[in-house]
Structure formats: structure tokens, C-alpha cells
């Protein structure tokens, strides 16, 4: 719609309204996922330069928010000439062949067996090696959206529950995050599939929505009862893993989304209501011939209009508040 919300079926609007517990991703869903580089911290030898210049390197064919604030720091032309391939590591970051030597950007799990000396202060840190040396790490930050401490306070009244942030980042950070915007629970430096298996135990407490924009997230988007791509940065496999997709970057839009699915439902049974007691009405007095032909008919096609009419209640109250 105008509203930027698609909905892949009107399944998806009775399970909104059911939904009894919500989960969401950090980077790019809570956050604005605008990170800036704040610090670098080098091993003994390596230059801030030679740390940037592996890192970029790396992250030169990523669209991770990570990457493409690395590479504005760096500033420099990238030579693909350089590179004789890239693989990511799902939820670790990335192995590169750099001037034919191997170089690994990520967190420290990926760097496995390679001494980490050297620590930032940044929320989110990311650490650097080329040919089984240690170079160091670069810490970035990122800021959170302006009404997500709102939406997650409006949830909250709409009667979601056990309000759960699932997030690749350090565990220190997602504890940051979650308290200051008042989540219920916050797990960091989960795989994909751990996203998965967290989800798995929300299941068992009752139906699940995941909120999330991410190639990490497609995963969690497809398993959670309801998923929602949140925002205009979304990956094309967010968007299709996704139930509902949201091009607008404003978590408000949950919540709204909740309030809407529950109204709509409300109308449903009102309508169901309504054609029940008029048919109902009709067939008590057909019976007792106590209607004539044309009262019949003017009760028969009166069902339909006042259902029309009711459910455009609905319409008007999106386009109102949206």
C-alpha cells in the first residue's frame, strides 16, 4: 500500500492479532544500522592504516552496515585485482585471499586460534588477521532508531510478552540495548541458526513474531509465526523469507500493525455477527410468515452492505493513524 506495508496474506492478520510473544534483531530493526568507526586498537607493529586497509579489503564486496562504515573510514579505491576471492561465514564475517595471503574480518570466534591482544570500547567491535597474524580491531557504534523505546512500550500495552532481542552482536552490547529500551530478554553472539533454536523455545510459551532486516535473519523470519521485514535496507532475502514486509524505517509500525490486526479481527466477528442474526432474524419469521417477499429481500441484501460498511471502519483507521 501507500503505507509501505505488504501483506503476503490475510493469514497473517489473524496470527498478528494472536501473537503472544515478540522477538526482533538489533542492527538495522532496533537500530539505525549507521555505524561510524570510533576506535582502533592495533597489535604491536601494524599501523592504523595496514588495519583499515585488510578490513576494507574484505568488507569491499559486503552490503553489511559493518562493511560499507569500514570502508568509508578506509576512503581509499578498492583494487578487486587484489583479491583472489571472498567467503562469508554465516554470522562470523569473512575469509578473503588478500595479495594471495588469507585474511579474516569478523569476531574473534572466527579467528580461531589466532592470540586477540588488543580490545576497543566500541558497541560493536570487529577484529583482523592476515595470514594467521593478528592485526587488531576496530570498534564502531551505531545509535538506536528515535521511537524504538516507544514501540517496544506499546507492545508491550498491546499485550505482547516475553519481548526478546536476538542479536549476532556481543552479549554486553545486546544487555546494553535491551535495557534501555526496556526488553525482557537479550541473547548476543548468535549463529543464524542459534536465532533459529532460540526461537524454538519462545514457540513452546506461545505464537512468535520476529522482527528483523538481514541476510542472518532470513532464517528466523521464516521460522517465527509471523515474520516482518522492518525498514528500507532490507536484504532481497529478508524480504522474501519475510510474511509481512515494512519499507518504512519506523519500528513504531509494529505495534500499529498490531493494534490494526486485532481491530480488523474485531470486525470479522462483528461481521459474522451481523450476517448470522439477520439470516437468523429472516428464517425465524419466513417461518412464521410473518415476512413478505420484498421485507425478505431488502434483509437479504442488507447483510452484505452493513458488512461492507462495517469493514470499512478498518480502511479508515489505517489511512488515519498511518
Known sequence: SHNGILMKGSNYLELLAKAEIAAFDKTGTLTKGEFSVTEMSCADGVSQEQLLEVAAYCESQSTHPLAKSILKAYGKPVDGNRLAGIEEISGNGIRAVL??????????ELLDGVAVTT?????????VACDGQYLGCIGLSDTLKPDTKEAISALRKLGLHNLTMLSGDRQATANSIAKKIGLD????QLLPEEKVAHLEELKKLGSVVYAGDGINDAPALAYADVGISLGSKSTDIAMETSDVVISRDDPMMIPELRRLSRATMHIVQQNFAIVIGI???????????????MMSALMHNASPILVVANSLRVYAAFHDDT
Not at 594471495?100 to 569476531?107: D, R, S
Not at 439470516?279 to 417477499?293: F, W
Request: proline share 0%; glycine share 18%.
Open 119 to 127: 580490545q576497543t570500547s566500541g558497541t560493536t567491535v570487529v577484529y
Open 185 to 188: 530478554n537479550a541473547w548476543g
Open 99 to 108: 595479495d594471495g595471503k588469507t585474511a579474516l574480518v569478523g569476531k574473534a
Open 279 to 293: 439470516n437468523t432474524v429472516g428464517l425465524i419469521l419466513g417461518a412464521a410468515s410473518g415476512i413478505s417477499v
